[in-house]
């Protein structure tokens, strides 16, 4: 299986701060790799696509960007519907797998 | 637009079945796959298994493997997830997303709502 580790587990930030997570695959996953946002007691909601790609309707202030086993998603400037849990997802290959979360607190 | 609506919360008994449905509307139902993920009570998203709608082509995750079954029903656009012999690890939200029509993770745009499956003696 593929292994995605997600760091930092846990992220406190203020609002108008930049963040940054970062994913790394256990093997290359070329850029098939999804990043989701979730806020408790509802379904992930898809952010970014195929690592680099913005998902419709999605502010510009999410971004993600990598390649083989390295990627990073970055939010420019928090905002107070931001904080939330973020996942990585790798889809290069069955079964496909999650990072364990990066929960997102204000400070 | 795409929704995807699931059944009712269950409570089931250590060692029973649970059959989990999920309607889908909005878009052409044959031309995607669903692909079912869950999550334990605090945890994280846990891929399980994926279901092409178009040829009932399958996958699951190995440790669910031999106990999940996935069926569609084109004439309802409904989508189910059966899962045997729980255990107490299979408590979780189940949820179904729209998947692609030959791939289990591409961009899972849609989720339904989730199914609360609590396993208890």
């Known amino acids: 299986d593929i292994q995605m580790t997600q760091s930092p587990s846990s992220l406190s930030a203020s609002v108008g701060d930049r963040v940054t997570i970062t994913c790394q695959a256990s093997?290359?996953?070329?850029?098939?790799l999804n990043w989701y946002q979730q806020k408790p007691g509802k379904a992930p909601n898809l952010l970014i696509y195929?690592?680099?790609n913005l998902e419709t309707g999605v502010p510009s202030r999410f971004s993600g960007s990598g390649y083989g086993t390295v990627f990073t998603f970055t939010i420019s400037s928090l905002q107070p519907e931001d904080f939330a849990t973020y996942y990585c997802?790798?889809?290069?290959?069955?079964?496909?797998?999650f990072g364990q979360g990066t929960r997102l607190e204000i400070k | 637009q795409v929704h995807l609506v699931q059944s009712g919360g269950e409570v089931k008994k250590p060692g029973a079945s649970v059959k989990v449905s999920c309607k889908a509307s909005?878009?052409?139902?044959?031309?995607?796959?669903i692909s079912w993920v869950r999550q334990a009570p605090g945890q994280g998203l846990e891929w399980m298994a994926w279901?092409?709608?178009?040829?009932?082509?399958?996958k699951s995750a190995q440790n669910v493997q031999g106990r999940v079954t996935m069926t569609t029903d084109t004439s309802t656009t409904t989508a189910y997830l059966e899962l045997r012999s729980l255990t107490s690890d299979d408590t979780a939200v189940y949820y179904c997303?729209?998947?692609?029509?030959?791939?289990?993770?591409?961009?899972?745009?849609?989720w339904g709502q989730g199914t609360l499956v609590t396993v208890s003696p």
């Open positions: 909005g878009y052409t139902f044959s031309s995607y796959g």
């Open positions: 093997q290359g996953i070329s850029s098939f």
């Open positions: 997303a729209r998947a692609g029509i030959a791939s289990a993770g591409t961009g899972l745009r849609y």
């Open positions: 195929d690592a680099s």
């Open positions: 997802q790798q889809y290069d290959d069955i079964p496909i797998t």
């Open positions: 279901i092409s709608v178009y040829n009932g082509n399958t």
